[in-house]
Nanobody
Framework: QVTLVESGGGLVQPGGSLRLSCAAS????????TGWYRQAPGKQRELVAD?????????YAEPFKGRFTITRDNADENMVYLQMNNLTTEDTAVYYC??????????WGQGTQVTVSS
């Protein structure tokens, strides 16, 4: 079993930046890929970006290319970050960390709220 804990959310002004962190614990050796998703009020949860173990191959949903960057810690592969720049009010959402294992089973974190407002 894997446990994911997100942190780093909060209130930021438009144009600002935030870095979210996701810490994985438990049976992390089964993790194949870690991703960030978000869910805005009244909308479906959507993929932001994901990154694989080992090769660290990244994948971004089109709306986030160029503004958001997903990385995996060099020293601790169980830490994954999402750097978000040039935030707009449209980025207000709950951001969730997701881990997929080699059997394509998904684990979710509890989410962290990001609010972009002046």
């Amino acid at each position: 079993q894997v446990t994911l804990v997100e942190s780093g959310g909060g209130l930021v002004q438009p144009g600002g930046s935030l870095r979210l962190s996701c810490a994985a614990s438990g049976q992390t050796y089964n993790i194949y890929k870690t991703g960030w998703y978000r869910q805005a009020p009244g909308k479906q949860r959507e993929l932001v970006a994901d990154i694989t173990i080992g090769t660290r191959t990244t994948n971004y949903a089109e709306p986030f290319k160029g503004r958001f960057t997903i990385t995996r810690d060099n020293a601790d592969e169980n830490m994954v970050y999402l750097q978000m720049n040039n935030l707009t009010t449209e980025d207000t959402a709950v951001y969730y960390c997701n881990a997929e294992n080699w059997a394509n089973l998904h684990t979710w974190g509890q989410g962290t709220q990001v609010t972009v407002s002046s």
